[in-house]
């Protein structure tokens, strides 16, 4: 693929993981599918920024939402075929941050 | 790793190669060594943002700038060896924008 073709989708696949705690929300998503408030306790992100997060990755096609009408209702966010084939993604990030990042790398600004 | 642990690292990981074009500019660089003129000429980026990208490069430990004395000057830019175990991170990131993200999908807007 020519680097002209390459570069928008390669920037748009990095924009889409780049959005702050979206990589550790796929990595949590590809345990199986999680509710909301197991995501949010799993996670040190308000519940406000989870639930964009979500939305982002809903219209992305990388996650779905699933409502059970049961009492009370379950809703139920899950990785679709292209969530899932993330995993070598997020599996390599996080070895390369285990082996590289130092633990006092200064945490995340944005 | 506990994720407690991990959460720092992996988004720290992450941060770093979410800024805009670090991963294209990674992703030139893992092709070896190259000036500042070859990588301008070779991203849709202005010289000010890659001068801005490579000095974060450098102070993260992931390349490093040398200057060659000769008449003019040559400076040239390379990856450390930390930078250069980013490879299988840019491949399956590339890999999957391949496959996955389709040419009309939003262009970033960052």
Redesign the interface.
């Known amino acids: 693929?020519k680097?002209e073709?390459?570069?928008?989708?390669?920037?748009?696949?990095?924009?889409l993981?780049?959005?702050?705690?979206?990589?550790?929300i796929i990595?949590r998503l590809l345990e199986g599918s999680q509710r909301f408030s197991e995501l949010e306790s799993?996670?040190?992100i308000s519940g406000r920024l989870l639930s964009e997060r979500l939305k982002e990755l809903e219209a992305?096609g990388i996650a779905t939402r699933t409502v059970y009408p049961d009492t009370p209702v379950r809703i139920e966010y899950e990785l679709t075929e292209?969530g899932r084939?993330?995993h070598?993604?997020i599996?390599?990030?996080?070895?390369?941050?285990?082996?590289?990042?130092t633990?006092d790398?200064?945490?995340?600004?944005?």
Do not use: D, H, Q, Y
Request: glycine residues 4%.
């Open positions: 693929m680097s073709e390459l570069c928008p989708r390669f920037e748009s696949g990095m924009e993981l780049s959005k702050r705690w979206t990589g550790l990595f799993s996670l040190p992305a292209k084939a993330l070598p993604v599996t390599s990030i996080r070895e390369w941050a285990e082996k590289w990042v633990p790398e200064p945490a995340p600004t944005k």
